[in-house]
């Protein structure tokens, strides 16, 4: 098994599965700009080679992880036992851990500085959008738990699994939990399906199982912009802004949902020729 180094120190864990340079060089080329810490995003074994260059090329580590092929979890899911084994395999805690999507995350900023308080930190969407008003939400929390469930949760706004930063003992026992409750005979009739991660995401912070977890408004840290008016989305020189008045967060997700937020990323992060192999 792969371990990563700890210590005194911070990481951005993601998973690339499946995608190409083009499609996480945002990710890493923002991320560089403000952080030089541990990174490390799952990739597949298969004809990965030009990735696995620039990924070392910039100091980010490719964690190979070819076992979506044969469970019964979407990788969206799946990457959370390959989360679970790294962290437990580190050599030291970490500080904090930022689990993260990746295709559709630029950074802004430092991810770790001036983080809000808690140990466990869950970051909600739109505000006033509820599970009950969302089809996918309510359909992945649906899935799992059934229809009183979501009959139960459906006023609580929604929170998304997309971006999470926690302590090394947090962050491995939300895993720990989350995938506790992707049993085998749940998550087979739904192989292929993607998001269910965050119908228990939700599920987890809405029962009490997370009674560490602070939530976080959109804006704060995390701007997830998804489904955010394209109104209410601010772009100028000082990055994307979601709260007028404030700093740009750090952290923005969702930003190809509207093609001129996308535009303005790509804009600002051209992808250039791939740099050769870093030397170890």
Same mark, same amino acid.
């Given at each position: 098994?792969?371990?990563?180094?700890?210590?005194?120190?911070?990481?951005?864990?993601?998973?690339? *599965?499946?995608?190409?340079?083009?499609?996480?060089?945002?990710?890493?080329?923002?991320?560089?700009? #403000?952080?030089?810490?541990?990174?490390?995003?799952?990739?597949?074994?298969?004809?990965?080679?030009?990735?696995?260059?620039?990924? /070392?090329?910039?100091?980010?580590?490719?964690?190979?992880?070819?076992?979506?092929? *044969? =469970?019964? =979890?979407?990788?969206?899911?799946?990457? #959370?036992?390959?989360?679970?084994?790294?962290?437990?395999?580190?050599? !030291?805690?970490?500080? /904090?851990?930022?689990?993260?999507?990746?295709?559709?995350?630029?950074?802004?900023?430092?991810?770790?500085?001036?983080?809000?308080?808690?140990?466990?930190?869950?970051?909600?969407?739109?505000?006033?959008?509820?599970?009950?008003?969302?089809?996918?939400?309510?359909? *992945?929390?649906?899935?799992? #738990?059934?229809?009183?469930?979501?009959? !139960?949760?459906?006023? #609580?706004?929604?929170?998304?699994?997309?971006?999470?930063?926690?302590?090394?003992?947090?962050?491995?026992?939300?895993?720990?939990?989350?995938?506790?409750?992707? !049993?085998?005979?749940? =998550? =087979?009739?739904?192989?292929?399906?993607?998001?269910?991660?965050?119908?228990?995401?939700?599920?987890?912070?809405?029962?009490?199982?997370?009674?560490?977890?602070?939530?976080?408004?959109?804006?704060?840290?995390?701007?997830?912009?998804?489904?955010?008016?394209?109104?209410?989305?601010?772009?100028?020189?000082?990055?994307?802004?979601?709260?007028?008045?404030?700093?740009?967060?750090?952290?923005?997700?969702?930003?190809?949902? *509207?093609?001129?937020?996308?535009?303005?990323? /790509?804009?600002?992060?051209?992808?250039?020729?791939?740099?050769?192999?870093?030397?170890?």
């Amino acid at each position: 098994m792969v371990s990563v180094a700890a210590g005194e120190s911070n990481l951005v864990l993601g998973a690339a *599965w499946g995608l190409t340079i083009d499609d996480v060089f945002v990710f890493v080329e923002s991320l560089r700009r #403000y952080y030089q810490g541990q990174a490390a995003l799952l990739i597949s074994g298969q004809r990965t080679e030009e990735l696995t260059k620039y990924l /070392r090329s910039r100091g980010v580590d490719p964690i190979f992880f070819d076992c979506p092929h *044969w =469970m019964v =979890m979407h990788i969206q899911l799946a990457r #959370y036992v390959r989360y679970e084994e790294l962290l437990h395999g580190a050599d !030291k805690a970490y500080n /904090r851990v930022l689990l993260t999507d990746v295709s559709d995350v630029v950074f802004q900023g430092d991810p770790f500085a001036n983080l809000p308080e808690g140990d466990l930190l869950c970051f909600l969407e739109t505000p006033g959008r509820t599970i009950g008003q969302c089809e996918a939400n309510s359909r *992945w929390l649906g899935d799992i #738990y059934g229809a009183e469930v979501v009959q !139960k949760l459906k006023d #609580y706004e929604i929170s998304c699994s997309g971006t999470t930063i926690g302590s090394h003992a947090a962050i491995l026992k939300y895993i720990h939990l989350l995938l506790r409750e992707a !049993k085998p005979d749940l =998550m =087979m009739p739904l192989r292929g399906f993607r998001g269910h991660d965050q119908g228990i995401h939700n599920y987890l912070l809405r029962t009490g199982a997370l009674p560490e977890a602070q939530l976080i408004p959109n804006g704060r840290h995390v701007f997830t912009v998804g489904r955010t008016p394209i109104n209410e989305i601010g772009q100028g020189p000082r990055g994307i802004i979601g709260i007028p008045g404030q700093p740009p967060c750090p952290i923005v997700h969702q930003y190809n949902y *509207w093609v001129g937020v996308g535009a303005f990323v /790509r804009a600002a992060y051209e992808l250039a020729p791939v740099a050769p192999e870093a030397k170890s």
